[in-house]
C-alpha cells in the first residue's frame, strides 16, 4: 500500500509541475475514459467529466487542476493509477496546458 500511495504522491507531483495545468482537452478525454466505473449519477457523472468543451475558457485554471487530481486520485483508488501514470508521462509536454496559456483568453 506504502508503494502504491507514493505511486499516487508522485504522479500529483509530476501534473503539476512544469506549470501544467491538465491535459489538453482531446487528451484529458482520452484520461477519463481509462476510468473504470463511470456512470450518469442524476444530470451528472461519476468521476465528473475533464473540464473541455465550453468549460475549458470559462473554468479557471485551479479548478481544472483540482478536477485531474480527482481524476487520478479515483484512478488510484480503483486500481488503474499504473495505466494512467503511463499516459500522463508519455505525453509530450505539447499535449499538456501551461499556467501561461490562461493567463490571456482569447479574444471573442
Given amino acids: 500500500m ?11 507531483e509530476y501534473v503539476k509541475a512544469e506549470q501544467r495545468v491538465c491535459p489538453m482537452p ?33 473554468t479557471p485554471s485551479f479548478f481544472k487542476m483540482e478536477r485531474l487530481a480527482e481524476h487520478i486520485t479515483y484512478a488510484h ?5 499504473a495505466a494512467v501514470d503511463r499516459f500522463l508521462r508519455a505525453l509530450p509536454e505539447s499535449e499538456w496546458a501551461h499556467l501561461s496559456e490562461f493567463l490571456t483568453k482569447p479574444a471573442e
Avoid: F, K, T
Avoid at 506504502?2 to 500529483?12: F, I, M, P, R, T
Avoid at 483508488?77 to 493509477?81: D, K, M, N, R
Fill in 2 to 12: 506504502a508503494d502504491e500511495n507514493e505511486a499516487l504522491g508522485s504522479l500529483l
Fill in 77 to 81: 483508488a480503483h486500481g488503474v493509477l
Fill in 26 to 58: 482531446v487528451r484529458w478525454n482520452e484520461l477519463w475514459e481509462m476510468l473504470p466505473g463511470r456512470q450518469r449519477r442524476g444530470s451528472s457523472w461519476e468521476p465528473p467529466p475533464p473540464l473541455i468543451l465550453a468549460a475549458w475558457w470559462d
